[in-house]
């Protein structure tokens, strides 16, 4: 196996490492009392889990796909930003390295959009460019109330573009694919108004959210293969109950409108990353895994573990932001870790007896 190749693997350990300390980060900016390892790990929780856990495991996954040795500059970048922002590097290091990583991720899907220019491609790089210029924005100095929708924006549309391209045998009609446009056009301009006008900017990206929920749950292929067995209709239920809390948190970024910190901002943010984000993960790891690492991996029922106490213990800390109840938002949060921490466990079993069965 050639080094460029090998690499991957420490990359997706970094990933991984990325996801602990935010989740760590996470338990302690909601009340947990556990020791802050160091002194910026707590504000990097949302950078650590978005710059670094998911950018590092999509560059990884574009690079895997490309295979040219120039595309794994970009996890590599962020893998080391990372670091940096764990271990306390002086700023902007960590930043820098980010932001890189960012620029590696664009041109690799400009290297896409070439090779094949389709709907699911652009709205692909649009979303990396969204994330290039949220890392530019932090960068400079912008509160992250400020940044995060533009980090939100690269998952969100990064996503949708990787069901636009599993969905190609639907072969949607033209009208349908410009009401996709349309809330895509209406999530981008909620991303700009917060800057001239902060309260309809927001409310606006709501609106795309919702709008992208609705058109998801109606067109998306998980209508079809939900009605299916095994790993197919895990997927599918993976993926709608995602587009769910999508919905979830567009109604609520329209309700509250502005906010920058508090219940109101976590039951937003935590919606959107949590709900709609690692309910795709849930279902497209075993996808992607086989592909990233050349190992199988096999569909398991235990997998509903995970996916039913990620949607109930998400449940559970959305009541408690909406009704200010702090312990049912810390035990909520608690729980959500646990979530992905089996969700860990659960790949990590079926790729060990895969890799010794190999053996």
């Known amino acids: 196996m050639p080094l460029f190749e090998r690499i991957r693997f ?158 190609r045998l639907l072969q949607l009609d033209v009208k349908v694919r410009w009401l996709f446009v349309g809330a895509v056009i209406v999530l981008l301009a909620g991303l700009v108004l917060p800057f001239v006008i902060g309260d309809i900017g927001n409310r606006l990206f709501g609106a795309g959210m919702f709008a992208l929920a609705v058109w998801l749950s109606r067109f998306d292929i998980a209508r079809r293969t939900v009605r299916q067995t095994g790993l197919t209709r895990f997927i599918a239920l993976c993926m709608l109950s995602g587009y769910v809390w999508l919905g979830v948190s567009g109604i609520l970024s329209m309700a509250f409108g502005q906010v920058t910190g508090g219940f109101q901002y976590d039951a937003v943010l935590h919606s959107l990353f949590l709900g709609f984000v690692f309910a795709m993960i849930f279902g497209h790891a075993p996808i992607i895994l086989p592909s990233v690492l050349q190992v199988p991996v096999k569909y398991q029922s235990a997998f509903y573990i995970h996916l039913v106490l990620l949607q109930l213990s998400l449940a559970l800390r959305i009541v408690g932001d909406l009704t200010a109840t702090i312990e049912l938002r810390q035990w909520g949060g608690m729980f959500n870790v646990i979530a992905i921490l089996t969700f860990m466990f659960n790949t990590a079993r079926v790729l060990r007896s895969a890799t010794s069965k190999k053996k």
Request: hydrophobic fraction near 60%.
């Open 10 to 167: 420490p990359l997706v350990a970094a990933a991984i490492f990325a996801s602990l300390a935010a989740m760590w980060a996470g338990l302690v900016r909601i009340g947990w009392q556990f020791p802050p390892l160091s002194p910026t790990l707590m504000a990097n929780h949302g950078p650590l889990m978005v710059s670094g856990f998911l950018g590092i495991l999509i560059s990884i996954e574009r690079a895997v796909a490309i295979g040219r040795r120039w595309t794994y500059a970009a996890p590599l970048f962020s893998a080391l930003g990372v670091l940096a922002l764990v271990f306390g590097v002086p700023a902007p290091i960590g930043q820098v390295l980010m932001l890189l990583g960012s620029v590696g991720l664009v041109a690799i899907y400009i290297v896409i959009v070439r090779r094949h220019t389709a709907l699911f491609t652009v709205t692909m790089l649009i979303g990396t460019l969204a994330w290039l210029i949220g890392n530019v924005l932090w960068l400079s100095g912008e509160p992250v109330y400020r940044v995060v929708f533009w980090w939100g924006a690269f998952l969100v549309l990064t996503i949708v573009g990787e069901r636009l391209e599993l969905g």
